[in-house]
Nanobody, 117 residues
Framework: QVQLVESGGGLVQPGGSLRLSCAAS????????MGWYRQAPGAQRELVAL???????NYGDSVKGRFTISMDNAKNTVYLQMNSLKPEDTAVYYC???????????WGQGSRVTVSS
C-alpha cells in the first residue's frame, strides 16, 4: 500500500508564496507521475500541476508562470512552489501518485491553502 503525506499548507497574504511537499511511502514501485490537484468550496477538483518521472510537466492554465512543480525521484517526493498567490488560489490541495504498472491512483489527505489579507 502507498501512503502520501502532505505538508506546507497555511494562510498567506495575496502576493505571497508557499511551498507544498508530498512524500510517498510504503510499497512505492514504478511511479508514472505525481501531481497536485485542488478543490475550492463548491467547485470541482482541478489539475494544478503534473510531473512524470521522466520530467514532463503540465500546468493548469490558471497557475502557469506562478507555480513550479518538481520531483525528487530518490525520495519519492513532489513539491509545489506557489508564488504570486491570489485569493482565487484558496483551496484544498491534494497530492496524487499514479502507479506505472497498475495505473492505480493514490491520494494524499489534502492541505488547505488560504490566500487572504
Amino acid at each position: 500500500q502507498v501512503q502520501l503525506v502532505e505538508s506546507g499548507g497555511g494562510l498567506v497574504q495575496p502576493g505571497g508564496s508557499l511551498r507544498l511537499s508530498c512524500a510517498a511511502s510504503g510499497t512505492v514501485v514504478s511511479i508514472l507521475d505525481m501531481g497536485w490537484y485542488r478543490q475550492a468550496p463548491g467547485a470541482q477538483r482541478e489539475l494544478v500541476a503534473l510531473i512524470t518521472t521522466g520530467g514532463t510537466i503540465n500546468y493548469g492554465d490558471s497557475v502557469k508562470g506562478r507555480f513550479t512543480i518538481s520531483m525528487d525521484n530518490a525520495k519519492n517526493t513532489v513539491y509545489l512552489q506557489m508564488n504570486s498567490l491570489k485569493p482565487e488560489d484558496t483551496a484544498v490541495y491534494y497530492c496524487r501518485l499514479r502507479n506505472l504498472r497498475t495505473m492505480n491512483n493514490y491520494w494524499g489527505q489534502g492541505s488547505r491553502v488560504t490566500v487572504s489579507s
